[in-house]
């Protein structure tokens, strides 16, 4: 059987239950994409998600991304602080160019009109 996995989650969960799992990315490549946080123009809980960013960023918040969902840290001396040498190795985080193998999601940029249109097609049904 083939399908995909989320940087390893599923086959951990599988492995888990002793069923014999390979990951590897097929010739054509991978997709990858990168999360990002922002802080709204004139929030009124400012305070508040500066809190929130400063918690992902910290040795908890990077460590219970990755030891939750199996996710990279991007906070380096966190991973180094809460993952085995295995996992660290098995994430990437000691191989940068590994990033730029992935074809990452990009900004719908000149093809928002078409999505959107598109979504509130879907929408009026």
């Known amino acids: ?8 989650y599923q086959s951990s969960l599988l492995a888990a239950e ?3 799992v390979v990951e590897f990315i097929p010739k054509e ?6 999360d990002s946080w922002m802080v709204v123009k004139d929030t009124p809980n400012k305070e508040c998600a500066y809190k929130f960013l400063n918690m992902q960023l910290s040795e908890q918040g990077q460590c219970g991304v990755a030891n939750v969902n199996g996710y990279s840290a991007t906070n380096a001396a966190a991973a180094k602080s809460c993952m085995t040498p295995e996992q660290y190795t098995a994430l990437h985080q000691d191989d940068p160019a590994y990033l730029d193998s992935l074809m990452i999601w ?3 940029g000149d093809r928002f009109e078409a999505y959107t249109n598109a979504w509130n097609a879907v929408k009026a049904q």
């Open 1 to 8: 059987m083939i399908s995909n996995t989320w940087a390893g």
């Open 106 to 108: 990009t900004a719908l």
């Open 29 to 34: 490549g991978a997709e990858g994409w990168m």
């Open 18 to 20: 002793g069923i014999e």
